[in-house]
Nanobody, 114 residues
Framework: VPLVESGGGLVQAGGSLRLSCASS????????MGWYRRVPGKWRELVAS???????NYADSVKGRFTISRDDAKNTLFLQMASLKPEDTAAYYC?????????WGQGTQVTVSS
């Protein structure tokens, strides 16, 4: 499995979580990577991306609360989430940006209680 997400869980509103995405089998260091999330019944949403040169972009809904980072030596992508809101509840996935169909993993569930 090229991408394996971890770090999700149940957290109260205002809390924090750190997601990790371990990659294998792709040339991670030269890829623009992204974190996506999906709520049942809705399209998957790109919430943050990071280029090989560490240029980051965020969806307006998470700007100022989420921080994407990468460790190319460990082929790992991170998403630090703070000030979590119930509307952040979703399954979170990592992939390249733009995404590649064959790279979708199982995701990690984040549930934020009010």
């Amino acid at each position: 499995v090229p991408l394996v997400e971890s770090g999700g869980g149940l957290v109260q509103a205002g809390g924090s979580l750190r997601l990790s995405c371990a990659s294998s089998g792709i040339t991670f260091s030269i890829q623009t990577m992204g974190w996506y999330r999906r709520v049942p019944g809705k399209w998957r949403e790109l919430v943050a991306s990071i280029s090989p040169g560490n240029i980051t972009n965020y969806a307006d809904s998470v700007k100022g609360r989420f921080t994407i980072s990468r460790d190319d030596a460990k082929n790992t992508l991170f998403l630090q989430m703070a000030s979590l809101k119930p509307e952040d509840t979703a399954a979170y996935y990592c992939n390249t940006n733009p995404s590649l169909f064959g790279l979708w993993g199982q995701g990690t569930q984040v549930t934020v209680s009010s």
